[in-house]
């Protein structure tokens, strides 16, 4: 039967926590002639420049081997921001007045000479602002390149203690380790140079705004709260379907593989946000302490609970070594040994090119206990509700339930009621960067990883890396554009359940 969609439109006015204005600073972008900067971080800062968001008082100082002169930096970004900005027509007046604000200088960051270099455009960069001499320096670059960065920063002096004075962070990018041992080792690093309260690990899924309503959803309203746990929730599924294979980083993927670049960071972030304990308030520590304890209290996976696959034609893929054997698929099946949860699986799935770019959480209620309607046959049609969180795209919440279909005969049908941020609010949610950088900007740490949870994620998924290196077994392969390997429908329909369609 066709499934009825019901629309809902916002209707009260928002109320909103009064957030703490972004602190004046220079911004110091490690890496600034790479993808990440061009694509994301410079299109971020000016759509928050043109917001009037960023601070009056700002400078951004770019730095790499290649950069050139600051107009002729000037002149790529703005090529690059036009390109890849959210905000289009690009206003070309706009990035008039915050291209102003960038500087350049050249530098090998394993070279001590670099960072001299840093101090006087930095010192230049402060004075000609008015900045006040706080600094934020974004490590924008492969990550075999952060210990370097921060050993040089703390001895050249550009790193100043918390206290009093103005102050200094540093921004990590993901993948932040690629197992246990070197997350310890990156974190024993970190705790040389800086305080926990000076790091700021980024991943950019906790900037979502669909990812932050999984907060609001879950304790902003009493309905779903006291449902939300294993009396009446039959499992969960959470779906990071991407569409894209590789795309020209076939070398960075095939190091990395689907465990490494979705699970271990993104999807066990978002799965901590739906499974933790109310926390006793909103400040970052209290959040990031009930996360963790969701990742502590996930159980070990055993050998069955786990499917790979990768798309065909990936071992062609530039960059990917002979003999890879690096999945870009993966299903696994999640319990949460704690009382809230106990008995009910969580199902994670997430790969490279399949059908449709998706990211959705699905919370799976369990099938009425009594059927009242009749014949059999009537009684199977009753689908269980379904809670649908789409993170990306098409941003918004689902609810399925049963519904009498119009008619004198008794026949059920399933509704689905709809909410669209863009059609409630108008507007599309605004870009995760832009969120995560005002925020470390601020000195709220909230949506960053704390050093223990992203520890914990690292002993979780290391086990499960250690078991796929030493299965010798051929990887299940898949048609690109398709729903992953034929093994993983086999595989949930084994606990008698199924995948939501992601077709
Ligand atoms: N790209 C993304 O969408 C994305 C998404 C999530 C996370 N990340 C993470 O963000 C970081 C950067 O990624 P990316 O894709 O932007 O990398 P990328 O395109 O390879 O850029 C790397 C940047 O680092 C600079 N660099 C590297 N080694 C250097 C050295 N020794 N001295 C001076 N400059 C050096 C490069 O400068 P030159 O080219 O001038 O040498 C370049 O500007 C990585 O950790 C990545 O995992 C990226």
Known sequence: MAETIVRVESSSSPIALPSRPPDPCAL????VTGDLTRRKLVPALHALAQARELP????????????????????KLRESTARFSRLQPFDEAAWGGFAGRIDAVQGDFNRPEA???????????????GTGGNRLFYCAVPPAVYPVILRNLKQAGLLRAPGDGPWSRVVIEKPFGRDLASARELNRLLGEVLDEGQIFRIDHYLGKETVQNILVLRFGNSLFEPLWNHKYVDHVQITMAEEIGVEGRGKFYDQTGVLRDMIQSHVLQVLALCAMEPPVSFR????????????????????????????????REPGVAPGSRTPTYAALKLHV?????????????????????????SIHFSQIPFCLFGSEEVCARIEPNVLTLRIQPDEGIALRFGCKEPGDALSVGTVTMDFSYAASFKRPPGEAYERLLLDAMRGDATLFARRDADEQAWAFATPILESWDADPAPLPEYERGSVGPANADAWIHRDKRRWRPLA
Not at 28 to 31: E, N, Q, R, S
Request: no cysteine; charged share 35%; glycine share 10%.
């Open 28 to 31: 110091v972008v490690f890496g």
């Open 56 to 75: 009056e008082r700002f400078a951004l100082v770019g730095t790499s081997t290649s950069v050139g002169a600051a107009a002729e930096l000037r002149e």
């Open 115 to 129: 960072y001299a270099a840093l101090r006087a455009k930095l010192e230049d960069a402060e004075r000609r602002h």
């Open 337 to 361: 040994d704690n009382w809230r949860w106990q008995g009910v699986p969580f199902y994670i799935r997430s790969g490279k090119g399949l059908t449709k770019r998706r990211t959705e959480v």
């Open 284 to 315: 970052a520590d209290d959040i990031r302490d009930e996360k963790f304890k969701v990742l502590r209290a996930l159980r070990p996976v055993a050998a069955g609970d786990t499917v790979r696959g990768r798309y065909l034609g990936y071992a």
